[in-house]
């Protein structure tokens, strides 16, 4: 079979956390607010109303751009994109054409272990659209309403050039976007609740020296649908191909639950935007000086901090990769090490209970009871041998949900202190005194008798003792009493 | 008691004042008498779309129970005419337009807001060319309105309902809102004042857009004092509208008197006293020049090359932001609705009703020149040749300190004259559309009559030089003497 080279570039939209819309002062906050209560005349295309930039969305923007490796503009100015869509009260939308905020980037991600660079061709601010709503809400049959609470946000676009061949490299692309813009505190990020969407630019080629056809896939709702989209339509192009047939140039609509792209009909005609500059709004200068300052508020981005995380604390590129995804679980990491410079230790603890219990509980770790000195009095006591791990791990779960010191929920929980061995070698010793036929059958070869015997000391210790150090201590009591 | 409005005839808005302070008459007995007025003469003028009646009743109660401050404020107890694309809380705003029929402004325009808090009344909606596009207010899809000097001619455009309703004395004071000249040409064909004033002076926050780069609201009056209290209230930056200028209201101070006036140079730009004017209006013009020579002012001949281009430009830029500027218009959220079986249907079928001719005219001839392929050839051209245009009047206004130029080259025509030929309207404007794309401040006041039809002079400035236009226009209007229109109208039977 014929190799076929896979080509992607994906334009990403992220909401910006503003307070209010992006030319007007209605909140952003719309999730769960009933329909049209987060609107004003100029968010409504009311005659007459005019835009005001927000230029907290203008900087956020910037910000992203920076982020992105952009070079930042001198003048950026707003066109209006013309179309006709009931979400669409203005008749137009207020984007941007050719000065965006940014352009010629670039973002480095790991992928299938290697680092890959992605271009970034532009970043650009423009406005949300509202929201069409189809059932529900005392609508007649056959109609469809309009719920512009959404409609003025700003977003942010951020597009690649066609650098990406492989749907594992857009999921990563995407996992990485997602991170940056949240740790530059641009975005939630959030694509299930669509404040981050991403549209994707696919073509097949048998040639690596041309591009094929390039079509659009749109409406996709989560990373994995963008994963499973990406793959399915790779897979229906090259099939095109095979068979003599021609891709055509147009755009699809991802079906999650068929898992299949459909043909978007009715914009077989390429649209013609009519764009042209806003003549409510004045161009922006950019000064030099306040894109200085926008970057001195860039915080150590993720791959950065991954790439010192894996030299200064020697972790393995997954450890640090998953440790740097979101900042606030690095800062938690780095704050632990400020109080204990076990690194080693912390990141097994971190990898494993804490984003275990974040996970069970679905929360981020700021929302969580949790911090970073009760985690490494718990790490410390544990590395102490003054608790056993399970009992530690019964002790992190209610820190999770109450918070406080360990010595507290320990009191609280009616846990004491397994302060020495000497003390666990009694009790070992007592079991096997209480259990002379658990011991026969050991010594006969019975491997299950052991286990008994460990679960009767832990029983005798209310699960406090550490089953391992149990373990070898009954076996050494058991060879000495042959 | 009766008021005889025909006292009010010479009228400044300080006489009403006089009036009012002095108790001779309530602002209430001052509106009832406006009211009056407008009950028996717009049955034929036709300037006013629809009356706030019971609004300015309730307003003016209020302002006689409010005990009037020592100083008043500058527009207390004084009626307004606003023309019907400026938002008006609570009251219609068409713009002329069936698609806007039964649309009610959920807001205040800031001219509106500054109005009341300036004491005014706002006392109706004035009628107008649909979507301010027109020179005739012909194309207003509620029928036209009338110049009151002869109902059979239109009073201009598109402001024409301001225009006639402040000719006939329904109103002492209007707002107009000039693109191309939709101030200054109805205030021409009606002799009264209009100022189209720099772009950014006013804003436009509340004044449905036309051309957005183009559009100013501008006040309108019986005499020149009047229209300058009416720029004081209404000028002055807003944050509500990013396009305006960040600046102090306008401040009479700022008016050179009159012996500075006498030792200041006017423009004479020979381009717009070529063949195509009427030569009565030239005559007329040249008549009040050689006045102003005689009283010491010195003239000079300039020149603005690109006034031939600025109108085909103009024709270009408007009408591609317009394209844009209307397609709101949708059947979504206001106005009217035509329903249709898909949603495209449902789009076509209320744009193909609510829009009249002129403005489907526009919408198509804007959406062709933004569209890609053309709009290097057509919109950006435009653009270009607007740069040249403002160039032309940066250099001519180095040589003097303003320009006189008459402001239509025809007198009102009549209805009908030129509503099948397109072209023949847009000729209308030839000499105020150049300063409106210069986004510089132009005034219209009357200098005279030929066969009982006003004639209109045009004073252009500087940017932001609304004080020396002011100036000349005081110093002519007092040296001209004319009195303000009280055209004698047929009562109704």
């Not at chain 1, 005392?138 to 061949?165: M, Q, W, Y």
């Not at chain 1, 999921?171 to 549209?199: F, H, P, Q, T």
């Not at chain 1, 997954?318 to 800062?331: H, N, R, V, Y």
Request: proline content about 6%; hydrophobic content about 35%.
């Amino acid at each position: 079979m014929a190799d076929f080279y896979v080509t992607i570039g994906l334009e990403v939209h992220c909401q910006l956390l503003t307070r209010t819309k992006m030319f007007c002062q209605c909140g952003t906050d719309y999730i769960g607010k009933a329909p049209n209560t987060l609107v004003c005349p100029v968010c409504m295309g009311i005659p007459g109303s005019l835009p005001v930039l927000n230029e907290k969305a203008l900087e956020l923007a910037i910000k992203t751009a920076l982020a992105f490796r952009c070079e930042i503009l001198p003048q950026v100015v707003f066109h209006r994109k013309n179309y006709f869509y009931p979400d669409l009260p203005k008749g137009y939308q207020i984007s941007q054409y050719n000065f965006p905020v940014g352009v010629n980037g670039f973002v480095e991600f790991f992928t299938q272990g290697t680092k890959k660079r992605v271009r970034i061709k532009r970043v650009h601010v423009e406005e949300d659209a509202g929201k069409l709503i189809h059932e529900g809400l005392g609508l007649p049959p056959n109609s469809s309403g309009v719920d512009f609470n959404r409609c003025g946000i700003p977003l942010v676009e951020i597009v690649t050039e066609p650098d990406i061949h492989s749907p594992e490299e857009a999921r990563d692309y995407l996992v990485m976007l997602r991170s940056m813009v949240r740790y530059i505190g641009a975005s939630d990020g959030n694509m299930e609740e669509g404040s981050l969407r991403c549209d994707a630019n696919v073509s097949v080629s048998p040639s690596p020296l041309e591009l094929g056809t390039k079509v659009e896939v749109k409406n996709m709702n989560s990373f994995r649908s963008v994963f499973r989209a990406l793959h399915y339509e790779i897979e229906r192009q090259k099939r095109v191909l095979l068979e003599g047939g021609m891709v055509i140039q147009e755009t699809r609509h991802w079906d999650e639950r068929e898992g299949m792209t459909v043909s978007a009909r009715g914009k077989e005609e390429a649209e013609d935007y009519r764009y042209f500059p806003d003549p409510d709004l004045l161009p922006v200068a950019i000064k030099p000086e306040d894109v200085e300052e926008i970057e001195k508020t860039l915080p150590e981005l993720p791959l950065e901090r991954r790439e010192r995380f894996m030299t200064e604390y020697e972790l393995t590129e997954s450890e640090a990769g998953i440790l740097t995804q979101e900042k606030d679980i690095a800062d938690f990491f780095e704050a632990c090490l400020r109080e204990f410079r076990k690194p080693r230790l912390v990141c097994n603890w971190m990898l494993t209970e804490v984003l275990k219990n974040l996970n069970e509980l679905n929360i981020d770790i700021m929302q969580s009871k949790i911090t970073p000195g009760s985690l490494v009095e718990l790490i410390k006591m544990v590395d102490k041998k003054e608790i056993s791990g399970t009992i530690a791990k019964d002790i992190l779960e209610e820190m999770f949900v109450s918070g406080g010191k360990v010595k507290e929920i320990m009191a609280r929980k009616g846990i004491s202190f397994i302060t020495s061995e000497k003390e666990l070698e009694r009790i070992a010793r007592e079991a096997i005194e209480k259990n002379p036929q658990s011991v026969a059958d050991y010594l006969s070869g019975k491997e299950k008798a052991l286990h008994f015997l460990i679960g009767q000391v832990m029983k005798m210790t209310r699960g406090q003792a550490d089953p391992e150090t149990v373990k070898s201590l009954l076996l050494k009591e058991l060879s000495s009493g042959e | 008691m009766a008021i005889d409005l025909f006292q009010f005839r010479e009228f400044r808005i300080r006489d009403y004042h006089a009036l009012l302070r002095r108790g001779e008459i309530s602002v209430e007995e001052l509106l009832e008498a406006f009211l009056q007025r407008i009950g028996s003469v717009d049955g034929q003028i036709r300037a006013f779309l629809s009356l706030n009646e019971e609004g300015a009743r309730i307003r003016a109660q209020k302002l006689d129970r409010d005990i009037p401050p020592d100083e008043f404020p500058p527009l207390w107890g004084i009626p307004v005419g606003v023309k019907d694309n400026i938002c008006t809380e609570g009251l219609p705003t068409t713009c002329g337009s069936r698609i806007l029929y039964n649309f009610i402004a959920p807001y205040d325009a800031t001219v509106v807001e500054k109005l009341k808090r300036a004491g005014a009344i706002i006392v109706g909606k004035t009628n107008m060319d649909e979507f301010a596009m027109g020179s005739s207010t012909e194309n207003s899809a509620f029928g036209p309105t009338r110049n009151p000097f002869d109902l059979r001619r239109v009073p201009g455009g598109s402001s024409g309902g301001s225009a006639a309703a402040l000719a006939s004395l329904e109103t002492p004071l209007a707002l107009g809102s000039d693109t191309g000249g939709s101030v200054r040409q109805p205030a021409s064909f009606c002799g009264v004042v209009g100022l189209r004033p720099t772009y950014g002076r006013v804003s436009r926050y509340g004044l449905v857009s036309f051309a957005s780069s183009l559009d100013q609201v501008g006040p309108m009056a019986r005499n020149v004092e009047d229209c300058i209290t009416l720029f004081e209230v209404i000028s002055g930056s807003d944050g509500k509208d990013s396009t305006c200028a960040p600046y102090p209201p306008f401040s009479r101070q700022d008016i050179p008197k009159e012996e500075e006036i006498r030792k200041m140079k006017v423009g004479i730009p020979r381009e717009y006293f070529s063949s195509g004017v009427d030569e009565a209006i030239v005559r007329r013009i040249e008549e009040v020049l050689d006045l102003l020579r005689r009283e010491g002012l010195e003239c000079v001949e300039v020149s603005l090359p690109h006034t031939d281009c600025a109108l085909e430009a103009y024709y270009i830029v408007a009408p591609a932001e317009a394209s844009s500027n209307l397609a709101r218009y949708d059947g979504v959220l206001y106005g009217l609705r035509e329903e249709g079986s898909t949603l495209q249907e449902m789009y076509c079928r209320t744009r193909t009703a609510g829009f009249g001719k002129e403005v489907k005219r526009r919408i198509i001839l804007g959406t062709y020149s933004l569209s890609s392929g053309y709009y290097d050839d057509y919109y950006l051209k435009g653009m270009k040749v607007r740069t040249l245009v403002r160039k032309d009047f940066e250099e001519a206004l180095q040589k003097c300190h303003f320009l006189v130029t008459p402001v239509s080259p025809c007198f009102p025509f009549f209805l009908g004259e030129r509503t099948q030929s397109p072209y023949e309207m847009y000729l209308a404007d030839v000499f105020t559309i150049p300063s409106a794309m210069a986004g510089i401040p132009g005034i219209s006041i009357n200098c005279g009559y030929e066969n009982g039809l006003p004639i209109g002079l045009q004073i252009l400035g500087g940017p932001f030089r609304e004080g020396w236009v002011f100036g000349l226009a005081l110093f002519l209007e007092k040296m001209l003497s004319l009195s303000s229109p009280f055209p004698l109208l047929p009562e109704r039977s």
